[in-house]
C-alpha cells in the first residue's frame, strides 16, 4: 500500500483559521510565536517511547529510553523481549511499563500490529487497534495519531498540561466546560493542542 499524503499538524491555513476563530490561539500566537511542527517517525520506537511518557514528565521518558536503548543491541521487539525483570530495572523501567513494552513487541512479532498498515486505517481503526494492546490507552493512542500519524482533529484530553493551560487562559474549571471548548475546536483540535503545549513549555521555560 502507498502511504497516505498528511498534511503537517502546523500549516498556515489551518493556523489562521483557528487563530482568528478564537482568540485563546491569538493570544498566544502574538506573544508566544507558533509551535514547532512536532513530529516523529511512524514505527515500533515511536510508540514504545510514547509508553515511557506515560504520567512522567518528558525528562524522565528521555532519560529512560536512553538508557534501554544504550543497553539493547538495537531497539526492537525481539531484543525488548530478551530482557528479564531485573535488567529492566537496571534500565529505570517501572515492573508496569515493562509489561507495556513486552505486550507490544509480543503484538509485532505475532502480527497482530503492523505499523504499515495502520497508517493506512482510519482513526476510529486505529484507536480499536492500538487500544487492543495492554498499557495502550486513549492517551498514548491520541499521542501516536497527532505526532506519529500526523492526524488534524486530536485532542488528548486527558493530558494535564493540555487542562491546565485551557483553565489558566479562559473561565472554563469544569470537565464538562472543557469538554464543550474543545469540540468547538474542530476540525482543528490537534492544532489547538500544540498551542497549548507550546505556551506551556514556553510559560515553564521548558522549549
Known sequence: MNKLVRQKIVNKSDIKKLTSSHKIFSFIKNNYGIPPNWQRPEGFVSLS???LEQQVSLA???AHFKKLNNYLKEFSPTEILKLNDEEMRDCQIS???AKYLRALSEAVINRELDFNLLSEMDTVDVRKKLTSIKGIGNWTTDIYLMFCLQNKDIFPSA???LIST???LTNIKSEEGIIRFTKKLKPHRSLAAYF?????LKKRNRI
Do not use: V
Open 49 to 51: 517511547k510514547i509508553i
Open 60 to 62: 524522565s521518558a528521555e
Open 95 to 97: 515492573r508496569q511499563k
Open 159 to 161: 493530558d494535564i498540561a
Open 166 to 168: 485551557i483553565k489558566e
Open 196 to 200: 497549548l503545549w507550546f505556551y506551556y
